[in-house]
Structures are given as C-alpha cells and as structure tokens.
C-alpha cells in the first residue's frame, strides 16, 4: 500500500496556502525552523542606511552575480553584497533557500522558505537585487517549493559529467567517507538527491547566465553542492568567476580567480613572489607559526590548535612508539571527505586506496618502519571514517614495525617530522612542513606545494612504488639540499602569509566580526586601506601584493 502523504507535503501541493499562511500566521511568529535569518532581519535596515550614501557616490564598477546558498552563507553575503554595491557594483544577489543539502525537505516548508527570504532581503534593494534561484523556472515544479527538476538530458553534456562528479563528492562530503555504494539503498537515495538538487541549480545558473549580461560570478566554495554547479556553469560559459573559503585565522580570507578555491590553485603565486628572496625577518615569522603549532598553540588571530599535545622531543617520542635505529617513513594522512581533498586524486582512485596499497607494500618491508599519522581534525569530525580504520581493514593484524598514531593520541605530529627519514603525503601541509625540514617527500595527492621542486612527484603506482625503493635504498642521496630547503621556506611565507588576504568578516563567528568591523568602519578611509584591494580581487581585479 503506498505511503500516505504528509499534510505539509500536501498544503504545499496547493497554490497560495504556504503564502497566505505566511502572511496571516508565521511571518511574525519566533522561527523555530533551522533556517533563520531573524537577526539578518532586525539588522540590514541600518546596514543598507550606512551603504547608501556610498553608492551614490561611487563610480560604476562590475555586474556582478553572487550565488549564496545555506543560511549562514546567505548572512555573510548580503553583507560582502552591501560592501560591493557601496564601492560602485551592480551585485545580484542569487539565493537557494535551505539548510538541508542532505535530506528533503516539505515542501510547504521550502515555500516559506522563500518568503522569509525575500521578507528579510528585500530591503537591499535597490542597493542589491535579490533573486531567489527557485523562482526562476515557473515551468518546473521547483517554482512552487520542491527542488526536484527535469531530468539532465537537456543540459550540455559537459555540465552533466559536472553534475555527476561534484554529486558523488557532495555523497562523500556529507558522508565523510570516500567509499561510495550505489547499491546501497542509503548511499544512492543521497547521491539521487544530490544530482536532482544540483541539476536543478545547473538549469537555473545557466538560464539566468546566458540572459544577462554578466561580468564576474562570486561563489563561496566552488567546489561542492550547488556551489560547485554554479561555478562549472560560469566557467562553462567562460564568465569570470571567483571563488573564495576561510583558512583558520580572523581577518584573512582565500580567494581564487576561476579556479575552485578548494583546489588551491597556487601557480600564479609562485610565479609572481617565489622568486623573490626572502629576508631573516620572513625566516623568522615562518619559524614562529611552526614553533607555535609544535608547542599546541594558538597563533596570531586563530583559536586552532593543530596540536592537542605540545612538542616532548624526538627521543622521548621514539621510545614512546618503541621505534627502534631502522630508517623511519611517515604517512601523514587527511580527514576523508575534508572538501580540501576531494578531487586530489592523481594515479589512486582515492586515498584510501593509496592508504591501503601502501601499508600492503610496506608491511613486507621490516627493514624500515612506517608511522601513520591520522590527522588530529578525525577529532573535530568523529562521523567520519578514520584512516586508523582504513589501515586495519588493509592489515588485520598490524605488524610490529608499522605504528598508527591516533587522532587523539599525545604524540606531538612535529616530532614525527624531526624523527622521519622520508615523509608521505597526499595533500595535507604537513608534506611542506617535512620538506622544510630537509627531508625527502614523495607527493601522491594534487596539493598545492607539489612540483615546486623539493618534492618527489609521482604519476603513476608503477612510478610509486619504483620511487619509494629508490628512495628507501639511499636515503641520504635524497635529502633536500640548502636550495631546496631555503625553496620550500620561501613557498611557505607565501602559501601562510601572502596567499590569505585581509578581509573583516570570516563565516565561523560572523556576527563577532561584523561587531568589529561594522559596515561604516569597512567603508570608511580607515578600512578602504585595509580591505579595498581584497575587495576588488574579490571581483575579478587582477592580484596585486603591496
């Protein structure tokens, strides 16, 4: 017998009764849904007061499409979409009301939804045109609340494989795990959803791209869940698109230039600043983020610890893991499903699948030992599968000479540095930081740092594995030299302290930093010489460095 419909699902099969609803009953009732845009509410009107003036007096900038979906991304970008419309910009602002990319929704609440979204937003304008992406297609049923689109057929061909991609990656983000099984009936209901969800934002980005004349395209993230449709849509159309994330320090933000940020695309950095030498004073700001993370603590203007144990020396570490006066190789995994990692994939199919082959090859080598560092962040994330899993599964029965370093275990990851022979990595930062340290690493993953010249990059499992014998068999001949060394340091002086910009309000604790940095201190004299220029590479201006 067929599920019965809930009654939400039903009224919101029905015209007008979500909006008369609305208007009666629930526009002025406390929200008690997740996605709650009250203080947004209670606080643009005297925003858009302090822009306004401004403008007016600003010369005409870009036409400018910024896409915001997910509430505590819509909250921060009204405000970036205010700052741009007071320096002169003509900013849509493109919304996709929810908050469950991973689950429906009924459609009676999606509806309201959209009310409260204009309801909050529309005293932007004229400021800033607010346009909601699910009243854009009043063909499809999307219009009256429910996402679920046409099929993709229709679309061009390169923005379906695009759909499929970035929908297995949203699976895997959500799910925190790389392994993805369509024929279980839970992994392919999510991933169903994702395409419908991300088909449905393919067809509305690309029916509003391609009839109105467009400048740049500004997205958050690029890389997962709608945000990464609408970026491959832009891209597909050859718009300019930038894309931008926040790294853990206050006042700094990431910004690509039509590439995903996520990708970490850091080309044009090298290019432009890496062969500048760097002074002792650069030297000197590099060695004291270094010390601070080996000694677990906070730096500068972060509230991240990257360490849960402070530094106790390579000797006490060794006898603490037992490690004997073979030559030590450390694996220094990421968090699965970290967005920082998707799409990194080079010669295995997944890290896991690196994982797994190479604690198989190096479980018959008792002549070296093998530390696997698990990434301290598995504690931030305890949904995800941890890599400590992955190696059990791949060896059952550990051998002696292989140790696993948990997430949680008080083992200090620099100490690992000063203790290895030869570093591991796939993308995660600490492959630099080994590097800068002198000792030899293979690269396995696209991360940002590789093939600047003091890593070993490898292409292929053949090529792998061939490498790690080279390497094993003389590991002094494949020690950085002072070149190398002094290369690495400088690429990463530029990767922590040029490559972030100044920027007043990051998305973790928004409201704290706009209390700080309120709209009419950002737009003064004052924060025009601190954050102007981010400002504008944020809407495609061409990257400069002072």
């Not at 929200?31 to 306004?52: E, F, G, Q």
């Not at 908050?99 to 459609?107: R, Y």
Request: one cysteine or more; hydrophobic letters at 40%; proline letters at 4%.
């Amino acid at each position: 017998m067929p599920k019965s419909k809930p009654l939400r699902e039903i009224l919101g099969d029905l015209p007008l009764t979500a909006e008369i609803d609305w208007m009666l009953r629930s526009k002025n009732r406390p929200r008690k849904d997740h996605y709650n845009l009250t203080r947004l509410l209670k606080s643009l009107p005297d925003a858009a007061k302090v822009v306004r003036p401004y403008a007016e007096k600003a010369p005409k900038g870009k036409r400018v499409l910024f896409f915001a979906t997910l509430h505590y991304w819509i909250e921060q970008s009204a405000y970036l979409g205010l700052a741009l419309a007071g320096m002169g910009h003509d900013v849509t602002l493109l919304t996709l009301p929810y908050s469950e990319w991973h689950k429906e929704k009924d459609k009676f609440t999606q509806r309201q939804r959209i009310l409260h979204t204009h309801d909050v937003l529309k005293v932007l304008s004229p400021l800033v045109k607010h346009l909601s992406m699910m009243d854009m297609q009043s063909s499809s049923r999307a219009a009256h609340g429910t996402l679920r689109a046409h099929a993709a057929n229709d679309l061009p061909e390169k923005i379906q494989a695009d759909i499929k991609e970035i929908s297995l990656w949203d699976v895997q983000y959500t799910l925190m795990r790389e392994e993805v099984d369509m024929n279980d009936a839970g992994d392919k209901a999510l991933y169903d959803l994702r395409v419908e969800r991300n088909t449905f934002a393919a067809k509305a980005a690309l029916q509003y791209m391609q009839a109105n004349k467009l400048d740049v395209v500004l997205i958050p993230n690029g890389l997962i869940l709608e945000m990464g449709i609408v970026f491959r849509v832009a891209r597909y159309l050859g718009i300019d698109t930038v894309t931008y994330e926040f790294n853990d320090q206050r006042e700094q933000i990431w910004i690509a230039q039509n590439s995903s940020i996520m990708q970490q695309e850091t080309d044009y950095l090298v290019e432009a600043r890496c062969g500048l030498p760097v002074t002792e004073a650069m030297f000197e700001r590099v060695a004291d983020l270094e010390n601070a993370r080996r000694g677990a603590r906070v730096w500068g203007k972060s509230k991240r610890l990257w360490q849960y144990v402070s530094s106790q020396g390579a000797d006490t570490t060794r006898n603490m893991l037992g490690l004997d006066n073979r030559p030590v190789v450390m694996l220094a995994a990421n968090v699965l499903g970290d967005s920082l990692t998707l799409g990194r994939d080079i010669f295995a199919s997944s890290m896991t699948e690196w994982i797994t082959r190479t604690v198989e090859y190096f479980a018959k080598r008792t002549d070296v030992q093998l530390v696997i560092r698990v990434h301290p962040g598995e504690k931030l994330v305890p949904q995800a599968k941890s890599m400590a899993t992955v190696v059990k599964e791949a060896l059952p029965e550990l051998p002696s000479h292989i140790h696993i370093i948990g997430a949680l275990d008080k083992i200090n990851t620099y100490d690992l540095i000063e203790i290895a022979d030869v570093g591991l990595a796939y993308t995660t930062t600490v492959g630099l930081e080994t590097a800068m340290n002198g000792r030899p690493v293979i690269s396995c993953g696209q991360t940002h740092y590789r093939g600047r010249g003091f890593t070993l990059d490898v292409h292929t499992w053949d090529e792998y594995l061939s490498v790690l014998d080279q390497v094993l068999a003389d590991i002094p001949s494949h020690r950085l030299n002072d070149k190398q060394i002094e290369f690495a340091w400088n690429y990463a002086y530029r990767f922590f302290f040029e490559y972030p910009r100044p920027f007043p309000w990051r998305l973790m604790n928004f409201w704290d930093d706009l209390a700080e940095h309120p709209l009419e201190k950002v737009l003064s004299d004052e924060g025009m010489a601190q954050f102007k220029d981010t400002f504008g590479f944020l809407v495609g201006e061409p990257f400069t460095w002072k």
